[in-house]
């Protein structure tokens, strides 16, 4: 198979990767919130520590996956760390008999995530491709959103029918077998260093980037190893607002994310329209990482950081007030768009900001920084309602420290513009 077919394949391969293990092990994870609190007698902060635990657990994976690819030099080792890890986390959290066996779920449940979400795929994406890089990024990305689509009505329908433990079993089974199949059509790095759009030639336009800022610059091939290594951009501002920016936006999205299906039913909503709900998140994240992809290609990074903060900011407001069914899924509709904000921007910042250097270890930084928030948000939602008994004061503290972490990423751009 030559070049331009391996590419796409190794997308469309990833995509169904990427929808079986995040859309059940992640995505779909948080309908278990409801029904294993309240047939284990946890509280919402104990078992929301779970996830925690996986944010740390990804910590750990972001701050080695530099390291590790530079020495396998292979992503599909990559992703089968992800695939084992994602089965024994789930079987983990279906034989729980005490918190214990909860953490140590979500021990794997974030090495899974995180060795299958980001930045394995935003490094296959940047040796495959040069233009058209976000596009195929937004496409493999695309699948965790149809995953949230398909199944989240079918756990809970899992959950309803044969309980919340057969459900882990029933999704620990799937990801294991289809991820695994795919697994065998991905390929490591092309014959060539990297295809234009899927055709072997030059790049003709590349994402700007602290060496060049402008989306249409034509570049060759040199300029691509242009940028700045760590030890370099840690002298910088550019590098700790950008740092602390990233924590602040998964901090404040992820802890909306995970408390989102458990605030809706603290609101009255039934199940199934829960269910239906986070359904509707996912199928719109789906379009908005596709859009998103072609978005970046096409005007750069910076209008589509502002729109996907944008658009999670709306649905931060109206989630607050979501008691009615038709205001939740006008809700789920902006979610879906700024709950892309953790996804296709933030690779797309890195190049912008840092060049593509030392590009693996730089998004592993970032991911850290993303990690650390998104251990931090959880936890915090899950205490700040078990203190109020509500998740409106998680909320307005979101939309606070989202709107800090807007000004702070602005300024690393302005400043990554001068350098």
């Known amino acids: ?49 779970s996830f925690t635990i996986s944010s740390f657990t990804g910590i750990g994976v972001s701050l080695s ?21 994602a089965f024994l986390g789930q079987m983990f959290l279906a034989s ?15 090495g899974a995530i995180f060795y299958l979400s980001s930045s394995p795929h935003a490094i296959m994406t940047g040796e495959w491709f040069k233009r058209k890089r976000a596009t195929a990024y937004g496409v493999i990305l695309a699948g965790s959103g149809v995953g ?65 800022n402008d989306p249409k610059l034509e570049v060759d091939d040199d300029s691509l190893n242009n940028g700045l290594t760590l030890k370099e951009a840690a002298k910088t501002s550019v590098f700790w607002l950008a740092a602390i920016g990233v924590a602040l936006i998964a901090m404040t ?26 359904s509707a998140i996912f199928f719109i994240n789906t379009i908005a990482k596709l859009f998103l992809g072609v978005m970046a290609d096409r005007l750069g990074v910076r209008p589509v950081f502002y729109f996907s903060i944008g658009c999670f900011l709306i649905s931060v407001a109206l989630l607050m007030f979501s008691a009615d069914p038709v205001i939740a899924f006008t809700a789920a509709f902006f979610f879906g768009f700024g709950f892309a904000t953790v996804s296709v921007p933030i690779p797309e910042l890195v190049r912008y900001l840092f060049g593509t250097k030392d590009f693996s270890t730089m998004l592993g930084i970032m991911m850290t920084c993303m990690g650390v928030g998104g251990a931090v948000g959880p936890l915090a939602g ?17 939309i606070g420290f989202n709107a800090l972490a807007v000004l702070l990423i602005t300024l690393s751009m302005n400043r990554a513009a001068k350098l």
């Not at 995505?27 to 078992?47: C, K, N």
């Not at 729980?96 to 974030?110: D, I, K, P, S, T």
């Not at 919340?164 to 490591?188: E, G, K, P, Q």
């Not at 992820?254 to 909503?269: C, K, P, R």
């Open 148 to 212: 949230g689509v398909v199944f989240s009505p079918l756990t809970n329908y899992w959950i309803m029918h044969y309980g919340w433990r057969m459900a882990y079993v029933i999704s620990a089974v799937l990801v294991l077998s289809v991820c695994m199949i795919m697994l065998l059509l991905i390929r490591d790095k092309p014959r060539t260093e990297a295809i234009n759009n899927g055709e072997n030639g030059r790049d003709t336009k590349s994402e700007p980037s602290q060496i060049h």
């Open 382 to 398: 899950g205490m700040l309602f078990d203190y109020f008994d509500s998740y409106q004061p998680m909320m307005i503290a979101a």
């Open 253 to 278: 999205i992820f802890a909306v994310y995970i408390n989102t299906a458990a605030h809706l039913v603290h609101l009255q909503l039934n199940s199934q329209t829960v269910a239906l709900v986070i």
């Open 1 to 49: 198979m030559n070049n331009q077919h391996q590419s796409w394949m190794n997308v469309a391969a990833s995509a169904v990767i990427t929808m079986m293990a995040l859309g059940l092990v992640s995505h779909a994870g948080t309908l278990y919130i409801e029904p294993v609190t309240s047939d284990m007698g946890f509280s919402r902060g104990q078992f929301n520590m």
């Open 65 to 85: 996956l530099g390291w590790l690819y530079k020495r396998v030099k292979r992503i599909r080792v990559l992703l089968l760390l992800g695939i084992i890890s």
């Open 96 to 110: 729980a008999q005490n918190l214990l066996f909860v953490y140590l779920g979500g021990f794997f449940r974030g």
